[in-house]
């Protein structure tokens, strides 16, 4: 299996610009979380998923940040217009869902994407 | 709320030394409870977990035990090696509503030659 992938692995922008980040799952999995991680603030869930739908996005910093998951393999997370506080490296992870059932399941990690706001 | 507490790092050791990093936890009900380690410029990995009380979980030659009653779940290993220095984080999984993951801070390990 191939893991979870994430592209691009590194964006250099400019401040206001649109920046997009994708995430392919792995297969089977209907679980799926993006989190942000700086040396200042650690590693801070932003969204996730269950089967495509967005379960919990208290973790969205503002409303400059959206995600979306449009089918079980694939979900962005858009950053408009960016800003160079959302530096950081931007993980995707994923996991089984055992729908209903207590979950030992371990989250898999994509290698993350560093983003730079320049 | 729910929250998991780390020992702060950087923890800096020489090969062969023992290692604890301290994790304690506060959650509503009965949380599966795992270590993940990250190495530089990578995503983090699972390195052990644990699902009930009194369970122990290992990897590696890492450990950890579900410490119901103190709320711990603090990772040894008897002798670290350089390769092991990396960033450990401690985390909980609650098992309601949509499985959140919760992660501590993270502690930076150093070993050196």
């Known amino acids: 299996d191939a893991g979870v992938i994430q592209s691009p692995r590194h964006e250099v922008t400019e401040m206001g610009q649109e920046v997009t980040l994708r995430c392919k799952p792995i297969s089977g999995h209907n679980s799926l979380f993006w989190y942000r991680q700086t040396m200042m603030r650690g590693l801070e869930l932003l969204i996730y998923?269950?089967?495509?739908?967005?379960?919990?996005d208290s973790g969205m910093p503002e409303d400059r940040f959206s995600a979306k998951m449009p089918n079980a393999s694939f979900s962005t997370l858009k950053i408009q217009p960016s800003e160079p506080r959302d530096s950081a490296v931007y993980f995707c992870?994923?996991?089984?869902?055992?729908?209903?059932?207590?979950?030992?399941?371990?989250?898999?990690f994509g290698p993350g994407t560093r983003l730079t706001v320049l | 709320g729910d929250s998991v507490t780390q020992m702060e790092g950087p923890v800096t050791l020489s090969e062969e030394a023992f290692l604890t990093i301290n994790c304690t936890y506060t959650a509503t009900g009965y949380p599966s409870l795992f270590w993940y380690v990250q190495y530089p410029g990578e995503g983090l990995q699972l390195l052990l977990k644990?699902?009930?009380?009194?369970d122990k979980g290992s990897n590696k030659g890492f450990e950890a035990t579900y410490r119901k009653e103190t709320t711990s779940f603090h990772l040894e290993k008897g002798s670290v090696q350089v390769s092991d220095s990396a960033v450990y984080f401690c985390a909980l999984r609650l098992n309601t509503g949509g499985f959140k993951t919760i992660f501590g801070a993270g502690t930076r390990l150093f070993v050196k030659a």
């Open positions: 998923f269950n089967n495509n739908v967005p379960i919990d």
């Open positions: 644990a699902t009930k009380a009194d």
């Open positions: 992870a994923s996991t089984p869902y055992s729908g209903g059932l207590p979950s030992t399941d371990t989250q898999y």
